[in-house]
């Protein structure tokens, strides 16, 4: 069974800080990756994806593959308490719809 | 990004009544997806909506229950049928825009719609 693996926190950090979320993934097929925010109550939001190894940087937002280890990651920078939230992995062997993560919740304290 | 909109964006229904949700979108997009997101849970993928021909549906869901159409390729319908206490959920549209005109199966990000909040008493 193909699976995405989230600490379900809450992940706490204090504003200003980095906040950290991980991702692991069982499928070696997996090719696209993407970072979803979901407010409660909302529909989740597209922030981040990527297809390569290495680091992708999107203002505050990195996030980092390292496909031999099924490993995914999201960095937030200068956490802001509006970051606060959801977030939820998916990822996909291509065009076709996206394996979720169980989320991390995430709270920036002021 | 593909704009969407889902109808209704909540419903409170009766145990054994069917409800359908309605997903637009403002182009034309190949793949639509249509997620169900079980309180306090993540998405879980209900099935593929495919433009002229029958959706695919996930392992644990049928057509009986969650038939959908797709008549074109801006709009899809999901009915929720004969519904118990157990299908209170959101369930969520989502598309996979082909307009962007990426080749491959590496590009494909997927937006999502509002989501219909959906409450069987």
């Known amino acids: 069974q193909k699976e995405v693996e989230q600490n379900s926190g809450p992940l706490s950090v204090p504003e200003g800080a980095i906040a950290s979320l991980n991702c692991t993934y069982s499928?070696?097929?997996?090719?696209?990756f993407f970072w979803y925010r979901q407010y409660s109550g909302k529909s989740p939001e597209l922030i981040m994806f990527?297809?390569?190894?290495g680091d992708k940087e999107d203002g505050r937002f990195t996030a980092q593959l390292n496909k031999a280890s099924q490993y995914v990651s999201l960095l937030i920078r200068d956490s802001q308490p509006s970051d606060s939230a959801t977030y939820l992995c998916?990822?996909?062997?291509?065009?076709?719809?996206?394996?979720f993560g169980s989320g991390t919740r995430l709270q920036v304290q002021p | 990004s593909a704009v969407i909109s889902q109808k209704p964006s909540r419903d409170i229904c009766q145990r054994g009544t069917s409800l359908t949700i309605q997903c637009q979108v403002d182009?034309?997009?190949?793949?639509m997806f249509w997620y169900r997101q079980q309180p306090g849970q993540s998405l879980t993928l209900i099935a593929t909506a495919n433009q002229g021909s029958e959706a695919t549906y996930e392992s644990g869901f049928v057509i009986d229950k969650f038939p959908i159409s797709r008549p074109n390729l801006t709009f899809s319908t999901l009915t929720v049928s004969n519904m118990s206490p157990e299908d209170s959920s959101i369930y969520l549209c989502?598309?996979?825009?082909?307009?962007?005109?990426?080749?491959?199966?590496?590009?494909?990000?997927?937006?999502f719609g509002p989501g219909t909040r959906l409450t069987v008493l």
């Open positions: 499928d070696r097929g997996s090719q696209s």
């Open positions: 998916a990822v996909t062997p291509g065009r076709r719809a996206l394996t």
């Open positions: 182009s034309q997009v190949t793949m």
């Open positions: 990527i297809y390569s190894n």
């Open positions: 989502s598309v996979d825009p082909v307009t962007r005109g990426l080749a491959g199966g590496r590009y494909n990000e997927q937006f």
